[in-house]
């Protein structure tokens, strides 16, 4: 069927995208891959081509477009090719949301033509050694020093991608304990300088995939944080990770999509060329199954998928509806693409084949920006439940 998702300007900027990841990243992209990160010199390329600064508005150095869907476009063009930009979709569509939302003028000045440049990368850290599922459960503390010129931040956080190489991280900690009749109240957001003294990046993860984007412990003992560095209102955060968590679940649904439909063009393109038993792989009965039962699951997703970005550009994706999108399109990605593998062979188990990054890669997704069982419970609940 075809798409009619996006405009003319999203498909011409695809063919830039997909010239820029040709040149710049294929190439590179096994290094990249030994190293455990894209260098950070790639950020800055990125934030030349203008990446960075699509939906950031022309008075800080973007393009001030409002529609998520150059984003998502990005996405598919990376599944499509087998990689990734690193860890700089934290960056864009994890962190920017925020700050456009909520930062004070004077912050926008200060922070944006940086963050669009890429001289400035951002991470977001909400997930804890002991929560995640569970983020009122949170345990960094951010104290207002006496004379209320800055916060005393104190605690540790986890599996924080992009951690290693940010230069601001936005940390969720507790301004206020929970009440009684709130225990999601209290809790603030610090955009916080990792310069800062007493801000310590410890282990970087090794992950069973995503091998390109740095995932990292991050530890403040007594980290001075200036009061102008606290991200809209003391207290109010929960709301905003409410609000922004949606459009997080529905980049890693477009992303589950694109590496399902990437996963089976991989296999067209292998059992055309492997030969067993003297005939190819593609002309047994099986494979051509298997591939048509994928070929229709995909387009279940992209289904799903294009009705969800529609709704997010008109502003009416609920949390409920990113979730349905995530949780259908990760499952079922998670299925077709095993399928994949499958009509690969052992060759489906070597890393040298996209294949098995892809199947590594998408784990995750069952997992990140709130896990299955997560969605779940948020679907059940606007059902009634
Ligand atoms: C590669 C990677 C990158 C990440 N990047 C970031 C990042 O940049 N920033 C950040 O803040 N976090 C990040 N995370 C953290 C991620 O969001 C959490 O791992 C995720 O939310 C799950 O939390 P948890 O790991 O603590 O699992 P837990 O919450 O401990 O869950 C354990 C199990 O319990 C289940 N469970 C939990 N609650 C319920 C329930 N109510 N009902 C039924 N079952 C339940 C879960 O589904 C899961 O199966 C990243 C994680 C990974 C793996």
Redesign the pocket.
Known sequence: MRRTVYSEDHEAFRETIRDFIAAEVVPVYDEWREAGAAPRDFYKKLGELGVFGIEVPEEYGGAGESSFKFQAVITEECARAGVSFG?SS?HTA?CLPYLLKYATEEQKRRWLPSFVSGDMMT??????P??????AGMKTTARLSEDGTHYVLNGA???????VQADRVLV?ARTAPPTPEDRRAGISILVVDTASEGYAVGRK?E?L??KT?D?AELSFTDVKVPVEDLLGEEGKAFGYLGQNLPQERLGIAVAAYAQAAAAIRFAQEYVRDRTVFGASVASFQNTKFVLADCKSEVDAMEAVVDRALDAHDAGELTAADAASAKLFTTERAAVVIDKCLQLHGGYGYMMEYPIARLYADTR?SR????????M??IVAKSMGL
């Open positions: 860890g934290v994890l991470a977001i850290a909400m997930t804890e002991g929560t995640g599922s569970d983020l956080k986890t599996f924080i991608t992009g951690g969720c993860l992950k995939g995503l984007s995932t995750v997992i990140y920006g709130g896990t299955s069982e997560v779940r419970s």
